[in-house]
């Protein structure tokens, strides 16, 4: 727990990110989902987002990584790999429970498939389910042309993947910052 104690700023600017990139995605995804629009500019301008907002996920991640490597270097702390990997799943905690959800709750409507769409379905269940995958939805809006696009919406799982790419890239970009590969990246230039 010292670990999201000292850098629960990290997963807070992990938070913001994932909300900005709520707002970015209703932004570009409603003009591309309209009547007269192609329909691939839907899954493209989805993957422009999702692309923009790995980024970001990178950007927060590195630069925690440099910090923590001068930190390192000194003695003052010791090299920790699992740093990213906590602060993701933390951030990506709300993602993670509602698909656990989505996915127990789903089992249990009744006369309705697991793989299908329990549209118009009535009951504790099908409420349950539709509250955990709006809020995933939402959650991940950044994604959902791609999710309409290739029918991926009925699957209630699908959000564990998307969270899972997000946890490696953290994890990843953490472990580049600490080794000093992406420093470059945020070294000052002088002017001469």
């Known amino acids: 727990m ?7 700023y990290t997963v807070v600017k992990l938070w913001v990110n994932q909300f900005a990139m709520i707002f970015l995605g209703v932004l570009i995804l409603l003009p591309s989902a309209g009547a007269d629009t192609p329909k691939w500019l839907m899954p493209v301008a989805s993957a422009f987002t999702a692309v923009f907002y790995l980024v970001l996920l ?3 991640s590195c630069e925690l990584g440099l910090q923590h490597s001068v930190s390192i270097e000194i003695g003052k702390m010791k090299r ?3 740093v990213g990997l906590i602060l993701s799943l933390t951030a990506n905690l709300p993602v993670l429970v ?6 127990i709750s789903k089992a249990f409507i009744a006369g309705v498939p697991y793989f299908q769409s329990p549209e118009g379905a009535e009951g504790l269940a099908a409420n349950v389910y539709a509250i955990s995958t709006t809020i995933n939805e939402l959650l991940h809006m950044m994604y959902k042309g791609l999710l309409i696009f290739f029918d991926l ?5 699908i959000h564990l993947p998307i969270a899972l790419l997000s946890i490696g890239v953290c994890t990843l970009a953490y472990l580049a910052g600490t080794k000093g590969f992406c420093a470059s990246l945020f070294a000052k230039r002088r002017e001469d």
């Open 153 to 157: 919406n009925r699957f209630p799982f």
């Open 98 to 103: 509602c698909t656990v959800i989505a996915c």
């Open 80 to 82: 920790d790999p699992l």
């Open 2 to 8: 010292k670990i999201l104690k000292d850098n629960f």
């Open 58 to 60: 990178f950007w927060s």
